[in-house]
């Protein structure tokens, strides 16, 4: 169930653009799962500009001391005001929100694909699969080196692949490239191997993604690949209506129903 929570920063980090931060909330800690987001206020606390929170990926847990972690990138004026803050600073949250990732306890093969502001989730989905054990593959991509997670933010065991060259090219890091035969690319292809696939992608690279499934997979049955929709999540109750997603069963809303689809019901 979400709550308005104040908890009180315990560091922040910055890695180019990218911002670690730390707070302290056992409340949080003991039940978030990835996939699920909050609800941010980046604004000083007499002031309303910004006005509307700021949807940000939980990127991290340590449920020993109760430490949750966010991943964001510091690119207007929500965020520019978040980065600010430091060690013991409160801030002012909504959460959890949304549908996490559903991983199934028999997965033994993980295969992560992500670009952009679902990225922090991959990571901690990343954290909780290593501790079931197993083979956990991430294809990160970005626009530019410093929009890319640090490999130690990672669990060690997990093979990491990040590429600078837009959002698309962890799409592009599926390819076999070393062979001519399209049906050898295939048996090679990660996607042939993984037990689960889970995405943090924009809209249009998912089609892609279906498409590069639909090619490798002999049989795609449900739950193989899922999908979260990082856009922009204002209520995060459903009730603006601003953020509906057409999938095979009607319009749903991406902070409600989601922001976790299986990648096959979307349209």
């Given at each position: 169930?979400?709550?308005?929570?104040?908890?009180?920063?315990?560091?922040?980090?910055?890695?180019?653009?990218?911002?670690?931060?730390?707070?302290?909330?056992?409340?949080?800690?003991?039940?978030?799962?990835?996939?699920?987001?909050?609800?941010?206020?980046?604004?000083?606390?007499?002031?309303?500009?910004?006005?509307?929170?700021?949807?940000?990926?939980?990127?991290?847990?340590?449920?020993?001391?109760?430490?949750?972690?966010?991943?964001?990138?510091?690119?207007?004026?929500?965020?520019?005001?978040?980065?600010?803050?430091?060690?013991?600073?409160?801030?002012?949250?909504?959460?959890?929100?949304?549908?996490?990732?559903?991983?199934?306890?028999?997965?033994?093969?993980?295969?992560?694909?992500?670009?952009?502001?679902?990225?922090?989730?991959?990571?901690?989905?990343?954290?909780?699969?290593?501790?079931?054990?197993?083979?956990?593959?991430?294809?990160?991509?970005?626009?530019?080196?410093?929009?890319?997670p640090p490999?130690?933010?990672?669990?060690?065991?997990?093979?990491?692949?990040?590429?600078?060259?837009?959002?698309?090219?962890?799409?592009?890091?599926?390819?076999?490239?070393?062979?001519?035969?399209s049906a050898?690319?295939?048996?090679?292809?990660?996607?042939?191997?993984?037990?689960?696939?889970?995405?943090?992608?924009?809209?249009?690279?998912?089609?892609?993604?279906?498409?590069?499934?639909?090619?490798?997979?002999?049989?795609?049955?449900?739950?193989?690949?899922?999908?979260?929709?990082?856009d922009g999540?204002?209520?995060?109750?459903?009730?603006?209506?601003?953020?509906?997603?057409?999938?095979?069963?009607?319009?749903?809303?991406?902070?409600?129903?989601?922001?976790?689809?299986?990648?096959?019901?979307?349209?």
């Amino acid at each position: 169930m979400a709550h308005f929570l104040t908890p009180a920063i315990i560091e922040q980090r910055a890695f180019g653009k990218l911002h670690w931060l730390t707070f302290q909330s056992p409340e949080l800690a003991s039940g978030v799962r990835p996939g699920q987001y909050l609800l941010v206020r980046c604004a000083a606390p007499q002031s309303y500009d910004p006005l509307l929170r700021r949807t940000i990926f939980v990127a991290g847990v340590d449920r020993s001391n109760g430490a949750v972690s966010l991943l964001y990138v510091r690119n207007e004026r929500g965020t520019d005001w978040l980065a600010q803050c430091d060690g013991g600073d409160q801030l002012d949250i909504f959460g959890p929100l949304g549908t996490p990732f559903n991983l199934d306890p028999r997965t033994r093969s993980l295969l992560l694909i992500g670009a952009g502001p679902g990225l922090g989730a991959l990571l901690f989905l990343a954290h909780e699969a290593a501790a079931h054990g197993g083979a956990i593959v991430l294809l990160a991509s970005a626009t530019a080196d410093d929009l890319l997670p640090p490999p130690f933010l990672l669990p060690p065991d997990v093979e990491y692949q990040a590429s600078p060259d837009g959002d698309d090219s962890a799409l592009e890091l599926l390819e076999v490239c070393d062979t001519n035969s399209s049906a050898s690319a295939a048996l090679q292809s990660p996607i042939s191997w993984a037990d689960q696939l889970c995405a943090a992608l924009p809209p249009a690279h998912l089609i892609t993604l279906s498409d590069r499934i639909r090619s490798t997979k002999l049989r795609w049955q449900d739950g193989f690949a899922q999908a979260l929709l990082a856009d922009g999540m204002p209520c995060g109750i459903g009730v603006c209506q601003s953020c509906l997603v057409e999938t095979r069963h009607g319009l749903r809303t991406r902070c409600k129903d989601g922001p976790v689809f299986d990648l096959r019901e979307l349209r």
